[in-house]
């Protein structure tokens, strides 16, 4: 039997969850669900894209939302099949994020007069690299399917619109020093204790709080691994400290990477940054979403954190998670959601998208 999308989407959570779809393996889930939304939904342009599934209503409604999930799940560590335990569906994804999966499901194919034309984009590859991201193809392959006046993300946010996301850049902060025996270190210059300052800096620095569209976003400068060290007897000629900073939205990377090399301003030492994603602003006071935020009665907050929000904000277009999911149970062994969080996501979707 094929996923019923019209019927209980805690049922519909269950039966994705029970369909094994580790990244790069999603081929069955997307059959099934492009199979679900051809012979169940009406008024939508379907289209498949390798292992994504589109599809969208042409309703000539005056906004555009879209609802985008990925559904890869990382590898499954005894977490399957689904079982519900009173209150509890446990499972792998049933938090990230094959709950919001169903969620977007069902009301694509139950909302039969929706407020708003509706774009649903389920996308491969999320959990691994970014080159392999089902929805970066997307926007590469089909970028006329990603125009939207807001983007809904499903990913776990504990039932809060979580706005916006989370920029975050890595450095290799390294020290040069001099080889030398350790029973003679003074002939030696120790690379490793020039880091002393820069872990100092670190441990001194006092986080950001700045205030967009009413929610809160905290930086934090950490150091993430230390590298160094030749022998038990060596005065070692280089060290390096990995250093992330998740900063607030309202800075490029560029802006990021100016602030760290301040921080860190004359030490001895060479800064090169190895990774880095901006931010999502959170757009909240535009229309669409300003909607968005009234019918989930206010509860918003910043997202910590980076997701594929960030894709759509460089576009231009406001996005926001919300899903039914506890991000502190994504990836677990012991991964889980609360079914009444189920339900409600899907009433107060339904409701946003309907009025």
């Known amino acids: 039997m094929g996923l019923d999308l019209r019927g209980d989407p805690i049922a519909l959570t269950a039966a994705l969850v029970d369909i094994p779809s580790e990244s790069r393996h999603e081929q069955r889930i997307a059959d099934e669900i492009e199979a679900a939304l051809r012979e169940q939904t009406t008024g939508f342009e379907i289209l498949r894209n390798g292992d994504a599934v589109l599809a969208r209503t042409n309703l000539g ?16 560590a005894g977490n399957l099949p689904s079982r519900l335990d009173g209150g509890e569906l446990h499972g792998l994804g049933t938090s990230d994020m094959k709950s919001g999966d ?46 939207a006046d807001v983007a809904i993300l499903g990913e776990p946010s504990g039932g809060f619109i979580e706005a916006g996301c989370q920029g975050t850049l890595r450095v290799v902060v390294t020290a040069a020093g001099t080889r030398a025996h350790s029973a003679r270190s003074w002939l030696g210059d120790n690379a490793i204790h020039k880091l002393g300052e820069v872990v100092a800096r670190l441990s001194a620095y006092q986080p950001r709080s700045v205030d967009i569209d009413g929610c809160t976003y905290r930086e934090g400068l950490s150091a993430v691994r230390i590298d160094g ?8 000629d280089a060290a390096s400290v990995t250093v992330n900073f998740r900063f607030a939205p309202d800075r490029s990377v560029e802006q990021a ?3 760290v090399q301040g921080v860190l301003d004359g030490l001895d030492v060479q800064i090169e940054m190895t990774d880095s994603a901006a931010g999502a602003l959170p757009g909240l006071a535009k229309p669409a979403a300003a909607a968005l935020v009234d ?16 894709r759509f904000a ?27 969080a189920i339900t409600a996501a899907s009433d107060m979707l339904r409701r946003y998208l309907t009025r």
């Not at 005056?62 to 590898?75: E, M, N, Q, Y």
């Not at 060290?229 to 070692?236: E, L």
């Not at 009665?297 to 960030?310: L, P, S």
């Not at 990836?331 to 889980?336: K, L, N, P, S, Y």
Request: negative net charge; charged residues 20%; proline residues 7%.
């Open 61 to 76: 409604r005056p906004s555009r939302v879209l609802l985008a999930g990925h559904t890869d799940t990382v590898p499954a």
């Open 314 to 340: 460089a576009l231009g277009i406001p996005a926001v998670n919300y899903g039914p999911g506890d991000p502190n149970f994504a990836h677990r062994t012991d991964e889980r959601v609360e079914v009444a």
């Open 102 to 147: 169903a969620v977007f499901l069902h009301l694509a194919a139950t909302v039969a007069d929706p407020k708003h034309d509706i774009t649903l984009v389920m996308y491969d590859c999320e959990e691994i690299e970014a080159a392999a991201n089902g929805l970066g193809r997307i926007e590469r392959e089909l970028p006329d399917w990603l125009h």
């Open 295 to 310: 019918a989930a009665g206010g509860q918003v907050r910043a997202k910590y954190g980076w997701t594929d929000v960030a």
């Open 257 to 259: 990477l100016d602030h």
């Open 229 to 236: 060290g030749v022998a038990g007897n060596v005065i070692p």
